[in-house]
């Protein structure tokens, strides 16, 4: 039996009597996994290994199949033509002939152009994702317009569940931020437009800046972390689980329950969080103003008005719109991709965040082009 | 092991052996319902010793406590001679060399190919060369029948019974003296799950190995199983060979061993004067 209890007193496990080698004590993985002890033990046999030679294995108070391997490989893969064992030893040694295991393939060579081939790759992946995307984009159009046809079938309770949690549940964190980038941007404006005596310009900097730009990009940002992310592990987690399969065969489109509520949700939360984001970020500002440039809080909100055009607000507004129905997209789609194991549902998700942060602020430049004449 | 000396080992009281695990007074509840109380079990080396019961009994709560993935409310466990949850870190790791465990879905890591999940208890000993962990992988491989081609792939790539397989090879890597297997044959065909049954019985007899098993099977059960503890009304009620189960008086044991299915499988150790399900 490989795992006899009886406790011999410690044996030197390899021993040489001219023509006789003496094997005793614990051959158990337990005794190899002592630091240096399979090394130990494999070069004192290499150097009995030769013709002739007796092997006893006598001594061995307890042996597994990792120590038997250790011994098999000395003898070269073969049984010694001469050896003394028990027959519990013998089974250990013939289980071992019986399952020799095969040589595993070697791993094939790296081709010398790969990366040409990764490049490609990669390019052709992309181009994939864009017409998913693309085809994700026309079939939430059809969804919304079977949606308007009929409202009461529409997902109401799927919307406004995803509302309350991309939405409501994301004014905590969105107002610290918000907070904390205006009071920073409006001291450092401060000591700029100090050096020059054109204080009063400080509401026109903030204003502008953070209404049009700031707040919107700054909450999309977050929402892409937070809720973009949390879309797709939530939709890749279905995958697994199979309950993307269990909907389909129900005969429940993905596109109409989980895909249109959480586009819709988040276009109507994104514009909200961002006017939020920039009313956090210009209180911020203004009470940083105030301690640094001796700015009236009355002054500083009477001003405002004056200072920024309406029309910054739609701008921000349609920013908001936009970067939601974009991110919640996103993390549907690299969601609904992964596959049904671990590695990908990691991998998913940061592609996820990463792509859709990327898209904002593309989308962002390009908004700052087409707009760069209107309402400044 | 031969069955005539199993026979006498767990029947002969003159004969006292050390057990493998020992569990005492043993209570579980989860929040006020108790799905253990008062629980005693004994297993022996060298068995198979089956787990039985109705849905909810906690046989899997049990397989879990036994190897310390959860805290029973009271009571003892002890395994290969170490109390459960009184151990230090360094005990508890040295312990876990010398058991493995079958999970239900195999639980192999599915960011590692077959040959790495099977050599990760090896590699994790961190002094075992890498020539012998791919020589002890693939005899481990070629033990539960697969072949080198199979070493490359990953696990979302498997078959369920091939899982399993995998999955019992990651479980014997460093040579175990206790297996636990959960809901085995689970989820395979009769004839895969068959095949289980006798790769399991060989590997028992090459290597030795105590066995504590859940199974639902009773095809399984018979096959395998040395000893059959069954759990019924927050305890062990029996825990004996089955034959001796057999003659206990229990609703559980009667709907589980004397349905239809049940005599269907017992065959010939069906108790006479019970065939009243065959033709």
């Known amino acids: 039996m490989p795992h006899s209890a009886s406790s011999a007193p410690a044996a030197v496990p390899f021993r040489q009597d001219g023509k006789v080698c003496h094997v005793a004590g614990d051959w158990s993985v337990l005794a190899l996994a002592q630091a240096g002890e399979v090394e130990r033990r494999r070069t004192a046999m290499a150097r009995a290994a030769e013709e002739g030679v007796r092997w006893d294995l006598h001594g061995i108070s307890r042996l597994d199949t990792i120590g038997a391997l250790l011994i098999w490989q000395a003898w070269g893969e073969k049984l010694p033509e001469r050896v003394r064992w028990s027959a519990g030893q013998q089974d250990v040694f013939n289980a071992l002939a019986m399952n020799k295991g ?191 440039l001796g700015v009236s809080a009355q002054w500083f909100l009477t001003s405002l008005p004056d200072a920024i055009s309406l029309t910054n607000y739609w701008i921000g507004i349609l920013k908001g719109v936009t970067f939601g129905i974009l991110i919640a997209l996103i993390a549907c789609h690299f969601g609904l991709r992964i596959q049904p194991n671990t590695e990908s549902l990691g991998r998913g998700t940061t592609t996820s965040v990463v792509t859709s942060i990327t898209g904002v602020i593309l989308l962002d430049a390009l908004y700052a082009i087409i707009f760069s004449s209107v309402g400044i | 092991m031969n069955s005539a000396l199993q026979q006498r080992l767990f029947t002969d009281d003159s004969i006292t052996v050390e057990p493998v695990i020992t569990v005492r007074g043993l209570r579980t509840a989860f929040g006020d319902h108790v799905v253990h109380d008062n629980l005693d079990l004994t297993v022996f080396p060298g068995e198979i010793l089956v787990l039985v019961g109705g849905s909810g009994t906690g046989k899997t709560v049990l397989l879990r406590q036994i190897i310390g993935l959860d805290q029973p409310a009271a009571g003892s466990v002890k395994v290969l001679r170490h109390s459960l949850f ?53 005899c481990r491989l070629a033990m539960v029948g697969l072949t080198a081609n199979d070493a490359d792939k990953r696990p979302s790539d498997l078959s369920g019974g091939m899982v399993k397989r ?114």
């Open chain 2, 86 to 138: 009184d151990l230090t870190p360094g005990e508890r790791r040295r312990l876990s060399y010398r058991w493995g465990m079958l999970f239900q879905a195999g639980a192999l890591f599915s960011a590692l190919s077959v040959f790495d999940n099977v050599a990760l208890p090896l590699r994790e000993l961190r002094t075992v060369p890498e020539d012998l962990v791919r020589d002890v992988v693939m």
């Open chain 1, 102 to 292: 095969e040589v595993q393939a070697a791993p094939s060579k790296p081709e010398s152009w790969a990366w040409v081939r990764a490049l490609g790759g990669a390019i052709f992946q992309a181009a994939e994702n864009g017409r998913a995307l693309l085809i994700m984009l026309g079939q939430l159009i059809l969804d919304l317009g079977a949606m308007l046809r009929r409202p009461r079938l529409g997902p109401w309770r799927e919307i406004s569940a995803q509302v309350y949690r991309t939405g409501a549940q994301a004014l905590g964190i969105t107002a610290l931020v918000g907070f904390l980038i205006g009071v920073v941007l409006s001291y450092l404006s401060a000591q700029q437009l100090q050096m020059i005596g054109a204080d009063r310009f400080i509401v026109r900097l903030l204003g502008v800046s953070i209404v049009r730009e700031l707040g919107p990009v700054l909450a999309a940002i977050l929402v892409a972390g937070r809720s973009g992310s949390a879309i797709t592990a939530q939709i890749g987690v279905m995958r697994v689980t199979q309950e993307l399969d269990a909907m389909r065969v129900m005969g429940i489109s993905h596109g109409q329950r989980l895909i249109l509520p959480r586009v819709l949700a988040l276009a109507v939360t994104m514009p909200l969080l961002a006017l939020w984001t920039s009313a956090m970020a210009l209180l911020g500002g203004m009470l940083a103003a105030q301690v640094q």
């Open chain 2, 166 to 279: 995998v999955a019992l090879a990651r479980a014997l890597s460093l040579d175990p003296e206790l297996l636990f297997l959960d809901e085995p044959t689970a989820g395979l065909d009769p004839l895969r799950s068959d095949e289980f049954v006798d790769l399991v019985r060989s590997l028992h007899r090459q290597l030795g190995f105590t066995v504590v098993m859940v199974t639902h099977d009773l095809d399984t059960l018979l096959a395998l199983a040395t000893r059959v503890a069954v759990l019924a009304d927050k305890r062990v009620i029996v825990c004996d060979t089955v034959p001796e189960v057999l003659k206990v008086d229990h609703p559980f044991i009667h709907t589980f061993f004397l349905g239809e299915r049940g005599l269907r499988a017992l065959g010939d150790l069906a108790p006479k004067g019970l065939h009243h399900g065959k033709p």
